[in-house]
Each structure stands twice: as C-alpha cells, then as structure tokens.
C-alpha cells in the first residue's frame, strides 16, 4: 500500500510516516519509481508506535525495543530496557492517580463551597415567613 492509505488507515499524518523512517522506525520497500510500499502489517506496527508516544517512549526507545516487536525474542539488554520503561510508566501512572485524586478532592471542596454559598445567598433572597 501506499504512504497516503497507510496513513489513513492507521490514523496519522504522512508525515508521521515520514519521520519514522527518518528515525529509522521503518522500512518500506520501493518502486522502481521510488515510491513507499507498506505491507498489511505495517498499519498496527504504526498503531503501536502512537500507542508507545503516547506512553512516553522516545523514538529511541522504540527504535530499540523494535526488535523485540519483530520476533519476539529481546536481548538481555533490551529486556532490561522494557523493565526501565515499565517501571517508568508505572511511575507516571502513580503520580497521575495521585494527581487525579487531588483533582477529586479539589472538586468535592468546590462543590461543598458552591452548595454551601447557594444556601446562604437562597435564604436571604427568600426569607421563612
């Protein structure tokens, strides 16, 4: 397939594509004309590529966890590599639960605070009888 319907297939931009294979994340073969040509599997290898930006990896980091996507089989070095990026991810997931939960109690506050001057303002606009 081509650059333009693996873009749109996976979900990015042509040139996303474009920067993977200048980070040497991929390696389409070409037409005699020179034109990209992507196989089938090429569309989830780039869904699992956004899918490790999104987690924070480095185009580094996947450039060198790659191998481990291809056959499955990593290195010593490459497993301790998946164990840092775990370990880091699972790190940020940590702060971003606490974070969350700081955002819950804020929003618990705001709304007791909120309830609380609606009573107030409600009682002077409308006195008991």
Do not use: W
């Not at 991929?26 to 569309?43: A, C, D, F, K």
């Not at 060198?64 to 880091?88: H, I, T, W």
């Amino acid at each position: 397939m081509k650059i333009g319907e693996l873009a749109q297939r996976a979900g990015v931009s042509v040139r996303a594509l474009r920067y993977y294979e200048e980070q040497g994340l991929l390696s389409p073969e070409r037409t005699p004309s020179g034109q990209r040509r992507y196989t089938e599997e090429t569309v989830e290898v780039v869904r699992l590529f956004q899918r490790f930006y999104a987690a924070g990896l480095s185009s580094r980091a996947i450039a060198a966890l790659l191998p481990c996507v291809n056959n499955g089989s990593p290195s010593a070095a490459q497993r301790r590599m998946l164990g840092v990026e775990r370990d880091r991810l699972a790190a940020r997931v940590e702060e971003m639960a606490h974070t969350l939960h700081r955002l819950d109690q804020l929003i618990t506050a705001a709304a007791t605070t909120a309830t609380t001057a609606d009573h107030h303002s409600g009682a002077a606009r409308h006195p008991l009888p």
